[in-house]
């Protein structure tokens, strides 16, 4: 079966060694997109990146001290995303959100 669908692609940047309560902010914002009803997300490790600082983070054994990007990645639709939003924006102390429309295929042969 095939369906497609417009839906909004959500893409949040954050740094490995960014906190929410003592814990990992990337697993944080995981465990709570799942306790909010998102159909799926998935955090991306970065290699190598900078961000408003300027500073560019590596994976290379000069640079093991400094944090490398995060990005959680989800899609949804538009209203689930209004409601997420609040609440994403509660977690994070820095980092960007990034919104865009996607066109969905889902594909289940079950």
């Known amino acids: 079966m095939r369906t497609s669908s417009s839906m909004k692609r959500v ?5 490995e060694t960014d ?5 990992n902010l ?8 799942k306790k909010e009803g998102c159909s799926g997300a998935t955090v991306l490790k970065g290699s190598a990146g900078f961000g408003s600082h ?3 983070h590596t ?8 944090s490398l990007p995060d990005i959680i990645l989800f899609i949804e639709t538009e209203e689930k995303v209004a409601q997420l939003l609040p609440i994403l924006e509660e ?3 820095e980092g960007l959100i ?3 429309d996607v066109e969905t295929i889902k594909i ?3």
């Open 98 to 100: 990034a919104i865009d």
């Open 54 to 56: 300027k500073q560019i």
């Open 11 to 15: 893409m949040i940047f954050v740094d």
């Open 19 to 23: 906190k929410f309560q003592r814990g």
């Open 91 to 93: 977690m994070i102390e």
């Open 108 to 110: 289940s042969k079950k």
């Open 26 to 33: 990337s697993t944080a914002l995981l465990e709570k997109l």
């Open 59 to 66: 994976n290379s054994i000069v640079d093991l001290a400094v």
